[in-house]
Nanobody, 121 residues
């Protein structure tokens, strides 16, 4: 199973970016999907997560500015980031809890490659 991330880049403060993360491979089902980020010199932190049923949770720092969504038919999760701030600058990672067709009795935690988001002031 692989997660393909796209959508990072450079944006001015106040601008918007949309990240996408598409899962592929021997997927039976996907439970939670989420976005994490890691800024230079800091630990990786949860930004937002969404269950297969659509329940969401957000880091306090992004509430009201970021929106996570998913398309279950496409095994894809999105992160719409609005009103970006310089402190949102980080490497963003996608994460998913996947049940594969070869191991139906357990979840496999999968990480995508990071995508750099840089917000200039």
């Amino acid at each position: 199973v692989q997660l393909q991330v796209s959508g990072g880049g450079l944006v001015q403060a106040g601008g918007s970016l949309r990240l996408s993360c598409a899962a592929s491979g021997s997927i039976f089902s996907i439970n939670a999907m989420g976005w994490y980020r890691q800024a230079p010199g800091k630990q990786r932190e949860l930004v937002a997560a969404i269950t297969s049923g659509g329940s969401t949770n957000y880091a306090d720092s992004v509430k009201g500015r970021f929106t996570i969504s998913r398309d279950n038919a496409k095994n894809t999760v999105y992160l719409q980031m609005n009103s970006l701030k310089p402190e949102d600058t980080a490497v963003y990672y996608c994460n998913a809890d996947v049940i594969t067709t070869t191991h139906l009795d357990r979840y496999l935690e999968v990480w995508g490659q990071g995508t750099v988001v840089t917000v200039s002031s």
